[in-house]
């Protein structure tokens, strides 16, 4: 059991650099795995399997974010001890998923789980292995609004895997990691018998993916599409605590001003866009004095460049009232604040629970802390993206890039004009300078990779960051810092598989792998 916990622990720290090099994170990524695969087979019943899987999950979530503590305890006013044991509460619950694969793997296992199988079974009992893994990442991933936070596959923003994600998205890397990490605990247990050699073909195959791998990195599956352009990522590190102040409002949008109409190094190098990040207005546009806007219509008007900031915005639709969580651009032109429908803007859609809407029946949870939540309306899936200067910018907020599915949708929202350029504005303040920052970059790289798009980040206190389409970062700040980052973006254009079809294939593949354990386990029940 302390074996398993232990691996639980490294599994947690394999979304981030820190303590770990980046390079090693795949590697251990599947390291750990590989233990859990093994007590799975070993464990004389289904159900100690899922416990097995519970407790690596139960460390795997009270590790990997444990920041959640931080916005409970520093800024939503719970107690330290009522913080810990929510966090536990809720890593109790994501456990529950990798419970569910153990419990489902052991299961269709069953009879086969032997190390003296020949070749076809020990590479079946990888196969099932990694669909049960993937298919409970995937359920994690969707239900209850889904939560795909710590997705095995986003250790593998580099690696020998990295590449396969244009085809197969983040739930075709957790599968390839899973099945290499299956193929490994079959090596380790058919170790000094007569089938060390049945077992070594899963370990062949799973080398061969990663060989392929390298060599899929060599396609490109985007191409330029127009002009390079400056943009300019403005990270102003508010502290999360002065925030929401109506008293040091004024003195904080002073302070992004001065950021973001600071003179280019180069005269000539002046940004065409300025991003801010999310909610850096802090309050409903149409409770902002026309005062307020006017330095900002000024700096557009005065640099000749956009900006894109991240606000709450109040508008009507069918008679009644909508509040959003939102981005809208100020342009050049533009001699009036934003105050009407019409003007382009992004309204999120995918919203967070408790931060951004109460899920029915824990509003005693809500009223314990002491945090500015909102209810907020959602915004329609795949809305039109924002040209500058001849690209097209499709904006996500926050937590919304954790989402593949959703931002493959955004790149083909309006089929006259593509998105060229992903954009994200987040506020991570509430958890403090912390993995949180560093692993929200990690999957940035993977958004990056699927949709061969360049993807930009305007972050508040980190990482604002600038990622090209192979998902390599080009330029980042200093988290909790301010400053920013002046970075050239050269657009793209084409289709990656993983657009064009989103997780559809591999939702078939786990469905074809599920069904062939199954028929199998027939047949092994039937032998016993």
Sequence with gaps: MITVLLAGALQALCFAPGPLPGWSLPFVQIASLAVLATYTWKAHSVRRAAWYG???????????????????????GLSLPLAVAALLLFAAAMALYAAGACALSAWLCAGCAQP??????????ALTWA????????LRGTLFTGFPWLNAGYAHAEGMFAAWAPLVGVYGLAWLSAFAAGAIALMLRAKDTAYDRSAASTIALALASGLLGIALAHIEWGRPHGEPMLVRLVQPATPQEMKFRPEAFMATQQHLLQLAGLPAKVPADQPALIILPETVMPYMQDRIPP?????????????QAGILLGL???????GRDRYTNSATLIQPQDTEAPLVSERWHYDKHHLVPFGEFIPPGFHWFVQAMNIPLGDFDRGSLGQAPVAVQGQNFAVNICYEDAFGEEIATAIHAQRESDANILVNISNLAWFGNTWALRQHLWISRIRALETARPMIRATNTGITAAIDPHGEVRGM?????PGVLDVEVQGTTGTTPYVRWGNGPILGWLALGLLLAFR?????????
């Design 54 to 76: 519970w407790l690596f999950g139960l460390m795997q979530f009270s590790i990997g974010v444990y920041w959640l503590t931080i916005s409970m305890h520093q800024y939503g």
């Design 116 to 125: 003296e199988q020949g070749a076809p079974r020990q590479i079946l009992n």
């Design 131 to 138: 669909s049960a893994w993937t298919l409970f990442e995937w």
């Design 291 to 303: 005062a307020v806007w006017q330095p900002w219509l000024d700096l557009a008007s005065r640099t």
């Design 312 to 318: 709450p915005l109040h508008t009507q639709a069918d």
């Design 477 to 481: 700040l200093d988290p909790a810092r």
């Design 520 to 528: 199998s386990r027939k047949r092994c029940s039937k032998a016993a």
